[in-house]
């Protein structure tokens, strides 16, 4: 009988081990499926992600859809003309999530997101992002920072390294003193603004420095449910982009008076050595200071100077969304978790970028010790210890607004069309504040009401 007893039990532990290996709870195959997948990203990069998942998940098949064209704004217009055409992507990138939920194409995955280890990982304020009236419509893929290159060449030979500890007043002292100063003949320019798509670019001291000097607010002042655009923090940090206009000490060279100078009506002159700092975003970061280093010059891309409170670094995130229409719901939650913030996606991730000799510029959004590690260790093999620093303040970074709050965008699009005949950029910082105070919580609001969201 005894014999008996252990031999059933012996069958017993051999079908559950059959149970676990290849099929589904009810100890049958799991059902094939096949996925589709759309994004702007490196393409070899992601699909050896893709091989890796399907190696995981020997049952689903991914195929990357490539006729989704384009990439931020013309990518997300090209998602919503498939969806109207009946090929929707079951899992896809965007840089308009509102965008995605007006045109009824983002999945609620709350079901998934709400009992997943690592989706409870995910960093506070990123969390909070992506989810309306309770739905989780996009998961934060990547985190990126936007952070300050310094010239530490030029530096050197007119006053000093400030470290990579410094502040927003040290930074100010460097610019105000040497902006606008001739070096063996040439002149030096103090700042370069943020410009993804050219131009002078911005300064957007106002949206960084608050939450640096206010633990209360977030990014440009967001507190959860409003802007305050009359907040005093706001209103002494725009004075102080209106101060760095005034003064010249952002380059603001004409086409002409780049062609006279550098021999090129296009030329960008960071790029050409002559600046001092120039903020970026780590996507781009690496690229620079390679370019840098092969001409001997040394730049670093340094965490943003910091206020009363410290460094925070200003973060910018990008989503991904499970499709509305796929068939697999929960199949493709967990490709959209392998290729954005799974603690598994990670790990095949940094083995894979090693195996391409790819360097890290766009981070994980959740606390995963030894992915953390991983990049950090590697990071230290390179030259690149502003970045180094970066990553010891991420964790406390504050995100941005720009893709996922609904009429955030559609506020700077009216301030751009509006400024010539509302004469925003003559006016003082105080008015402004009133105005777009108003203006920007008005189109916020009429926003969720438009989405039927609250």
């Known amino acids: 009988m005894k014999k008996y007893f252990l031999f059933v039990l012996t069958l017993l532990a051999c079908f559950a081990l059959v149970g676990c290996g290849g099929g589904d709870a009810n100890g049958g195959e799991q059902k094939k499926t096949t996925l589709t997948y759309a994004s702007w990203g490196d393409a070899t990069l992601e699909q050896a992600m893709i091989d890796a998942f399907m190696e995981k998940y020997p049952h689903i098949k991914v195929l990357r859809d490539t006729t989704i064209t384009g990439t931020g704004n013309v990518f997300t217009e090209n998602l919503i003309k498939a969806s109207q055409a009946g090929t929707l992507p079951d899992v896809f990138v965007t840089d ?69 500890n410094w502040s927003y007043e040290e ?76 003064n010249r000490w952002v380059e603001q060279l004409t086409e002409e008076e780049k062609q006279e100078e550098f021999g090129n009506p296009s030329a960008y002159p960071f790029g050409e050595g002559r600046v001092l700092f120039g903020i970026e975003g780590s996507w781009q970061a690496v690229t620079v200071m390679k370019d840098f280093a092969s001409r001997n010059i040394d730049v670093q891309f340094y965490p943003f100077p910091g206020g009363t409170l410290g460094q925070k670094m200003p973060i910018i995130l990008d989503y991904m969304c499970v499709s509305s229409k796929t068939k697999f719901p929960e199949e493709a939650y967990e490709l959209v978790k392998w290729m954005s913030f799974g603690r598994e996606g990670w790990n095949a991730r940094l083995r ?61 699009g009216w301030v751009y069309e509006n400024a010539e005949t509302q004469g925003f950029w003559d006016m003082e910082a105080e008015q402004l504040a009133s105005i777009w105070s108003a203006e920007i919580n008005r189109q916020v609001q009429q926003a969720y009401r438009d989405l039927g969201l609250s």
């Open 96 to 164: 308009n999530v509102p965008n995605v939920i007006a045109a009824g194409i983002a999945r609620d995955v709350s079901t998934y997101w709400n009992k997943d280890p690592d989706a409870q990982l995910v960093y506070e304020k990123i969390s909070q992002t992506g989810v309306y009236n309770g739905k989780r419509l996009a998961v934060p893929s990547y985190q990126f920072v936007k952070g300050m290159l310094v010239n530490l060449t030029l530096l050197r030979q007119l006053t000093g390294d400030p470290g990579v």
């Open 352 to 412: 894979i970028m090693k195996e391409l000799n790819q360097t890290v510029t766009m981070y994980p959004v959740a606390d995963y010790p030894e992915v953390w590690n991983q990049i950090k260790d590697d990071l230290e093999e390179t030259p690149y210890y502003g970045m180094q620093a970066i990553l010891e303040l991420i964790d406390e970074g504050v995100p941005d607004c720009d893709k996922w709050l609904p009429g955030y965008g559609a506020f700077w």
């Open 171 to 246: 930074f100010k002292d460097i610019v105000a003193n040497f902006a606008n100063t001739q070096l063996n003949g040439k002149t030096i320019y103090g700042i370069n603004g943020f410009a993804p798509n050219g131009g002078v670019g911005t300064l957007g001291f106002e949206q960084i420095m608050p939450p640096q000097d206010d633990a209360s607010l977030g990014y440009d002042t967001w507190n959860g449910t409003s802007f305050d655009y009359e907040n005093p923090l706001w209103i002494k940090y725009r004075k102080e982009t209106d101060l760095f206009f005034a």
